[in-house]
């Protein structure tokens, strides 16, 4: 069974600064990854998807990366603002399901 | 329209209660799905119905009953809950392998 992970489990920066979050999986056999944003008590936003032959994705000031054959992606946020603060899921996509990583919380001081 | 919509947002029912949760979308995915999410937990998959009918059931207790009537809804019928079925439970739709989208989720309270 696919199993995810997050590298840190919370992160705490001055607002301003770049960072980079982790994600990795088991099985390389995905069909994309996608990374979500979720504040305390809400739904999931999409950020970004991943198809599984594609390299990165850009989208604004967060940039995402996947190396399937490491079974590796990075979320990057650059310039970091204290509305980033949430916590962020990486999810490796299967046939039919979303395979979710613990997730990151990160909290930008201001 | 990229929205999926969750009612009712909050819900406090007790364990003899019938009560049902709902989900909507407008953007023709084919694929929607009902997840778990408990406190400081990752979603964890229930349901998935693929093109109206029940594909995928993550070995989920009766007491939890989906229902898709048509391609834009999606319901999830609830019955003898127990205290700790309370979470958040989030809908979510995708076409084929593209993107997911998450509706706001139902926090469910079971006293």
């Known amino acids: 069974k696919q199993e995810v992970t997050q590298i840190p489990a919370a992160l705490s920066v001055p607002e301003g600064e770049n960072l980079v979050l982790n994600c990795s999986f088991t099985?390389?056999?995905?069909?994309?990854l996608q990374w979500f944003r979720q504040d305390p008590g809400k739904g999931l936003t999409s950020l970004l998807l991943?198809?599984?032959?594609?390299r990165e994705q850009t989208s604004g000031r967060l940039n995402a990366s996947l190396d399937k054959s490491s079974g590796r992606s990075t979320l990057y946020i650059a310039a970091s603002q204290p509305g980033d603060s949430a916590t962020y899921l990486c999810?490796?996509?299967?046939?039919?399901?979303?395979?979710f990583g613990t997730g990151t919380r990160l909290t930008v001081i201001p | 329209d990229t929205e999926v919509t969750q009612t009712p947002k909050h819900l406090v029912m007790g364990m003899t209660n019938k009560k049902s949760l709902k989900c909507e979308q407008h953007?023709?995915?084919?694929?929607m799905y009902w997840y778990k999410q408990k406190a400081k937990k990752p979603p964890e998959l229930m349901f998935v119905?693929?093109?109206?009918?029940?594909?995928i059931n993550e070995s989920v207790p009766s007491r939890f009953s989906p229902e898709c009537p048509n391609s834009s809804l999606l319901n999830l019928h609830l019955h003898a809950l127990q205290p700790e079925d309370s979470a958040l439970y989030l809908c979510?739709?995708?076409?084929?392998?593209?993107?997911?989208?998450f509706g706001q989720g139902t926090r469910l309270t079971v006293v």
């Open positions: 099985d390389s056999a995905i069909y994309n």
């Open positions: 999810a490796a996509g299967g046939a039919n399901n979303l395979f």
């Open positions: 953007m023709g995915h084919r694929a």
């Open positions: 991943i198809q599984s032959s594609q």
């Open positions: 119905y693929s093109y109206e009918k029940l594909s």
């Open positions: 979510a739709s995708s076409q084929d392998l593209a993107r997911a989208f």
